[in-house]
Antibody, heavy 124, light 109 residues
Framework: AQVVESGGGSVKPGGSLRLSCETSGFSFSDCHMTWIRQAPGKGLEWVSFMNNSGGPTYYADAVKGRFTLSSDSVKNSVYLQMSSLRVEDTAVYYC???????????????????WGQGTTVTVS | SYVLTQAPSVSVAPGQTARVTCGGNNIGSKSVHWYQQKPGQAPVLVVFDETDRPSGIPERFSGSKSGNTATLTISRVEVGDEADYYCQVWDTTSDHLGVFGTGTRVSVL
């Protein structure tokens, strides 16, 4: 199982970027997908979560209304459209798999078990 | 929103035992996962559901939970274990996202 991000770069405040995450080696429908970011020298911060068991997509308050998570099941990819970017959005953005979809006694609870290498977004 | 608190740093000599704690209100009712992040690398899951290890993670990594505190224990610490460690739970009360602890830097002396 693998996820590979792309699309990071430098942008001015107020600008937009679209991050892509291509997945392989697993069934897209058997997991949730999520984006997590890490500002320079800081800890991990959840950004968005796509619930693939029929639930809604969730966003952190810090990005709500500015970021949109979408997916293409044919391409096994997810995307993070980021607009109205702010200096504080500067971070490494990780795409990751959350597996399994829900708790069961055999596989346990949903956890982030596959991470991409990250893509850097700089807003300045 | 839900908060997980970790000590900023832990120092340990090679061969000794390191314990990383994670505190949160009513954490006893939540499943706790632990991630290791080495400098310049993506995080790696090392313990899930408090005590289980993914395949490929050494038995030296173990977890436990008691009361409002979860603990990651690294036995027979090696130089290669030097990293940041984060605990994580799901917050189903507010924005339904995951919550990471503040992170603990484990330094091997």
């Amino acid at each position: 199982a693998q996820v590979v991000e792309s699309g990071g770069g430098s942008v001015k405040p107020g600008g937009s970027l679209r991050l892509s995450c291509e997945t392989s080696g697993f069934s897209f429908s058997d997991c949730h997908m999520t984006w997590i970011r890490q500002a320079p020298g800081k800890g991990l911060e959840w950004v968005s979560f796509m619930n693939n068991s029929g639930g809604p997509t969730y966003y952190a308050d810090a990005v709500k209304g500015r970021f949109t998570l979408s997916s293409d099941s044919v391409k096994n990819s997810v995307y993070l459209q980021m607009s109205s970017l702010r200096v504080e959005d500067t971070a490494v953005y990780y795409c990751a798999r959350v597996f399994p979809l829900y708790y069961d006694s055999l596989t346990g609870s949903p956890r982030v078990d596959v991470w991409g290498q990250g893509t850097t977004v700089t807003v300045s | 929103s839900y908060v997980l608190t970790q000590a900023p740093s832990v120092s340990v000599a090679p061969g000794q035992t390191a314990r990383v704690t994670c505190g949160g209100n009513n954490i006893g009712s939540k499943s706790v996962h632990w991630y290791q992040q080495k400098p310049g690398q993506a995080p790696v899951l090392v313990v899930f559901d408090e005590t289980d290890r993914p395949s490929g993670i050494p038995e030296r990594f173990s977890g436990s939970k008691s009361g409002n505190t979860a603990t990651l224990t690294i036995s027979r610490v090696e130089v290669g274990d030097e990293a940041d460690y984060y605990c994580q739970v799901w917050d189903t009360t507010s924005d339904h996202l995951g919550v990471f602890g503040t992170g603990t830097r484990v330094s091997v002396l």
